[in-house]
């Protein structure tokens, strides 16, 4: 019986939890109205009409209720209504907005638009930290779409993700909600509990949609998309922007309101176009609704992304809160057309004038216990955006999808059609993939273009291998063991390195791999040279650069986070060193230069070796320190955000120990701090400091030795710039003694070029920079460097060009340095 009764109370809560105020909201000519604003008056707690005007109040009570619905561009509208039964109707038709706009002397009067926003301006410090201490409830959805996508891209056969294409090759690729409670305190204190995540397709999936990421604030002077953008209300606004006022009316309480457009006084700058609505005598911000034009944006894919923010007038505090907010955007690349727009509701707010000093913390995000297990019956409460008939429909058919999916037989089947195995594969490689057991075995195949290369101790020179993995994505956990062959023609030896690897959680990410086996190395084990590159050099230009010495090894390494932000880590590695030389003299293009030889400290001794054959087992401890890391608590692991207001900082001991002769031990103390920041609408700037003393180490092996990342081929390849120099000869400044190491640059992210102008339609951020290395063997070595990013055309800005000219004692010399960024597209 009593069971009875537990039954009957939790149907008649979820009754209640259910009780609904909705409907429709139309304009007079039927138009469907969406992304309206409705707000129970007088409280905080409000919703949004979905893409086609459906919206939803949720209360807990019968009774009388006035609603507001808010638009922009129509008149607000306030619906006082006697709730007796739920769900309670009522659909709303909105009537187009009347702006009036008296006349304007053209004089020498000042523009009646300038003249408020530099009210709003001036009162923007005022009207922000009104509501700059808050708990509220946060809503969020997002939805990611595909439209038109080809069959192939650039000859690869593009799948339908399965079955979420359509036909007509468009689907919704991605669709996620998240309801939490949030805690804030400007400018960046945020404390979040997730109490619901939903995934559309993936039962155990759990939203990114966080509020932290969703902090648009124009009352500051720079709204952060990829790039700083300047606030239509910023304190230096007026030399990026003009204004034009093109009406005013009145709200339901009798607000003046100011509509504003918002236009950009040169295209290529970091701006918004569009409108910025201003509420008279307190000139607080009403609502926003403004463009971002991706390349504005430095973002090549995205073509535009709109912003509108609503903000309502309460009574009783007086004050205007932001209760809405919706990003619209637009991107497409190779053919592929995407959609995407994320929506947040903002309600339920308690304002505070101070919160206890323990309330923050570096935790910002954590996810409530079954966070994303919650019924479709709690979604249907608490959702205060209605989902459209699309959003429903995807919802089901990949829940459905994804019960088939799971299934053994589903799995193999799909594995099956990949793992097929054909003949040719032993030359270009092949996979094989058990999905529902989670592992992947892979084999390079006997044509990896990838490991082709060429040098003068190898001559040409290929590899292959085989790896397995198993992974288990709730845990975090994953092993992976590897062995890889590589042959060198012209020497006619094959090496072959074995690793295996464990990682035991995605919580403190602790993780420990082994590997042994013989490798030809570079003399600095950064390998500041890559492959290819030094084959084009060597083959067109006998220009062997890469040194290479002959290893055979076995090494354990072990790590893990102790505490938030700090990373600790230890290397144990007994190797085997031999000296190598030079096999071959062929060349592609023929000319009287001849190669150098393979001792980095005697180019043209053929003979002598850099070091003679000895064994050594070398011990590192180190940590990496970022201060004041934010994170993420995840169900399935922690997500860190290192914290832009602070350096982070690396240290190491190395120990040389056991050597075959003692002259091979030392002792290696070192240390690193890097630095990355944006300085308002200026640009990047960032900064990476190296240093360290060697001790006991007059006689120590070479490639021991501390190794500056140089550059000899005018080619940068290696992404970062703060950790290389772009002139040094490879081995010239090494050293066994004290090192200090300097660089420095800052990318003004079209700061400077996007006033130019002409050179503003390259769209070309310039960067300038330093670099130093210090040694007491040799006088300090500089380099100072300026040069063009974001270089390219369309959405293809892939490029950096930069001219250096290098100092020691006097001038060296000077270049030009082409860089490739592998990440372009996506900057």
């Not at 950790?723 to 300097?742: G, K, V």
């Amino acid at each position: 019986m009593n069971k009875f009764y537990t039954l009957l109370f939790f149907l008649l809560f979820t009754a209640l939890s259910f009780a609904q105020i909705r409907g429709k909201v139309t304009a007079k000519s039927g138009e469907i109205l969406p992304y309206v604003s409705i707000l129970v008056a007088n409280t905080y707690n409000g919703s949004s009409s979905n893409d086609l005007g459906n919206y939803e109040i949720n209360i807990r009570e019968k009774g009388k209720y006035t609603l507001i619905f808010q638009s922009l561009g129509y008149k607000t509208k306030k619906v006082t209504i006697d709730v007796v039964a739920f769900p309670h109707q009522l659909d709303i038709e909105l009537e187009d907005e009347n702006f009036t706009l008296d006349e304007v002397v053209i004089s020498n009067q000042e523009n009646p638009a300038n003249a408020i926003i530099k009210k709003a301006i001036a009162s923007k410090k005022i009207n922000s930290a009104k509501t700059d201490k808050f708990k509220a409830d946060f809503y969020s959805r997002g939805i990611f779409r595909v439209k038109d996508m080809p069959k192939k891209i650039m000859g690869v056969e593009v799948g339908d993700f399965d079955g979420t294409l359509d036909s007509t090759r468009t689907g919704i690729l991605y669709l996620s909600e998240t309801v939490s409670k949030i805690i804030y305190q400007k400018p960046d204190k945020i404390k979040e509990e997730i109490i619901a995540s939903k995934v559309s397709g993936n039962d155990n999936g759990f939203s990114f949609n966080t509020a932290s990421e969703t902090d648009y604030d124009f009352y500051d002077n720079y709204v952060d998309f990829n790039i700083n953008m300047v606030s239509p209300i910023a304190n230096n606004a007026f030399n990026y922007y003009k204004y034009k006022l093109e009406g005013s009316f009145y709200d339901d309480n009798n607000n003046q309101i100011n509509k504003i457009k918002v236009i950009a006084k040169r295209d290529k700058e970091p701006v918004f176009e569009g409108y910025i609505y201003i509420v008279e005598d307190s000139w607080a911000i009403y609502a926003v609704d403004l463009e971002v034009l991706g390349y504005r944006a430095q973002q090549p894919i995205m073509e535009k992304m709109t912003i509108t923010q609503n903000y309502n007038y309460n009574t009783q505090t007086k004050m205007w809160v932001k209760n809405l907010q919706t990003l619209d955007f637009s991107a497409g690349i190779f053919g592929i057309q995407f959609t995407g727009k994320f929506t947040h509701v903002f309600s339920n707010y308690e304002f505070k004038d101070a919160f206890e000093k323990k309330t923050f913390s570096r935790e910002i995000a954590t996810f409530a216990t079954d966070s994303n297990k919650k019924e479709d019956s709690y979604w249907d409460t608490y959702r205060p955006v209605p989902l459209t008939e699309e959003e429903v429909a995807d919802y089901k058919k990949k829940d459905s999808i994804q019960t088939i999916r799971k299934s053994i037989v589903y799995l193999d089947s799909i594995d099956a059609k990949g793992n097929k195995f054909k003949v040719g594969k032993i030359l270009t490689g092949y996979t094989y993939t058990n999905t529902f057991k989670k592992t992947r075995f892979n084999y390079e195949g006997l044509l990896n273009i990838g490991s082709l290369g060429f040098n003068t101790v190898q001559g040409w020179n290929f590899g292959t291998g085989f790896s397995f993995r198993k992974y288990d994505e709730s845990t975090g956990k994953s092993s992976a063991a590897s062995v890889n062959f590589n042959y060198g023609v012209a020497e006619d030896r094959l090496r072959v390195i074995g690793a295996f690897s464990h990682r035991f959680n995605t919580k403190n990410y602790a993780s420990f791999s082994i590997s042994g086996g013989s490798k030809a190395e570079q003399f600095n084990s950064n390998e500041p040279i890559i492959n290819i590159v030094n084959s084009v050099s060597t083959l067109f230009f006998k220009d062997n650069y890469m040194k290479l010495y002959n290893k055979e090894f076995l090494q354990f390494v072990y790590g893990q986070e102790v505490v938030n932000g700090i990373y600790a880590s230890a290397k144990v590695e007994y190797s085997a060193r031999k000296p190598l030389f030079n096999t071959t003299d062929y060349v592609l293009i023929k000319n009287n230069k001849e190669y150098t030889s393979n001792n980095p400290l005697a180019p043209n001794d053929y003979s002598t070796p850099a070091f003679s054959k000895h064994n050594l087992v070398k011990a590192t401890i180190g940590t990496r320190i970022r201060f004041a890391q934010d994170y993420i608590t995840r169900p399935d692991g922690k997500m860190n955000i290192p914290n832009s207001k602070y350096p982070t900082l690396s240290l190491a001991y190395e120990k040389g120990l056991a050597g075959s002769e003692d002259r091979y031990n030392y002792d290696l103390i070192a240390g690193t701090v890097s630095y990355r920041t944006t300085i308002g609408n200026k640009g990047d700037f960032g900064i990476n400091i190296k240093g360290g003393k060697f001790f006991n180490a007059e006689n120590i092996a070479f490639m021991d030795y501390k190794h500056f990342n140089g550059n000899q081929t005018h080619v940068g390849l290696t992404g970062n710039y703060l950790n290389s120099f772009n002139l040094m000869p490879y081995y010239t400044h090494s050293t066994n003694d004290a090192y200090f190491e300097f660089h420095a640059e800052h990318n003004f992210k079209g700061y400077i070029m996007n006033k130019i102008p002409l050179l503003n339609q390259l769209q070309w951020n310039l960067i300038i920079g330093a670099h130093q290395a210090a040694t007491p063997d040799y006088k300090p070595y500089q380099e100072f460097t300026v040069g063009f990013d974001n270089v390219g055309f369309g959405k293809f800005r892939v490029f950096r060009v930069d001219y250096v000219r290098s100092y020691q004692g006097g001038f060296q010399a000077d270049g030009i340095i082409v860089g490739f960024k592998f990440g372009g597209l996506l900057d």
